[in-house]
Antibody
């Protein structure tokens, strides 16, 4: 069955970077993309961006451009999300979710990882 | 960026009753809209996509409708496991592909 397994919780200091991984099993990784979504404590969902598992094309939320980089390793079926220059506002659960292979083939996020808590604190 | 507005923010409903809530897009998104359910401490779960298609394993009491800018999610007879947060998300295609969420509706026990 389709599963997305994320890396464990992280605690970072302001100004640092964090890298969250998302390993996919149970489907053809290159036939889909990965969305990243975050949720601050007690808040709603925020779409961060998307990466194609097929060709590595990316599309980032305008708010995060310049601070976020999404990559994939097709050999291990793993997606990565790096967020730099962290502030306390970046404290949140970070989710990966399976999405479309191409940005011009719209599709929802049908399977989700378990979430990774990133805490930014001095 | 397309702004998604959900209403109401909170809906108080008794078990067995019908619940209806809305999602409005700031510009037309055709039928490129999904609904997700999220319970405390869990990842979101896809309920509805393409405005009205139930995802795999979703009970028939969940239904979605709408196109363009106005969308609705209806739960025909609320069960205890349905008390949760619900989010809409537009996934309209290029350009620009910024797949924004609504701020959510909390369905609580009346």
């Amino acid at each position: 069955q389709v599963q997305l397994v994320q890396s464990g919780p992280e605690v970072k200091k302001p100004g640092a970077s964090v890298n969250v991984s998302c390993r996919a099993t149970g489907y053809s990784f290159t036939n889909y993309g990965i969305n990243w979504v975050r949720q601050a404590p007690g808040q709603g969902l925020e779409w961060m961006g998307w990466i194609s598992g097929y060709n590595g094309n990316t599309n980032y939320a305008q708010k995060l451009r310049g601070r976020v980089t999404m990559t994939t390793d097709t050999s291990t079926k793993t997606a990565y999300m790096e967020l730099r220059s962290l502030t306390s506002d970046d404290t949140a659960f970070y989710y990966c979710a399976r999405g479309p292979r191409s940005v011009v083939l719209p599709a929802p996020s049908d399977y989700w990882g378990q979430g990774t808590l990133v805490t930014v604190s001095s | 960026e397309i702004v998604m507005t959900q209403s109401p923010a909170t809906l108080s409903v008794s078990p067995g009753e019908r619940a209806t809530f809305s999602c409005r897009a700031s510009q037309s998104i055709s039928s490129n809209l999904a609904w997700y359910q999220q319970k405390p401490g869990q990842a979101p779960r896809l309920l509805i996509y393409h405005s009205s298609t139930r995802a795999t394993g979703i009970p028939a009491r969940f239904s979605g409708s709408g196109s363009g800018t106005e969308f609705t999610l209806t739960i025909s007879s609320l069960q205890s496991e349905d008390f949760a947060d619900y989010y809409c998300q537009q996934y309209n295609n290029w350009p620009p592909a910024q797949w924004t969420f609504g701020q959510g509706t909390k369905v609580e026990i009346k």
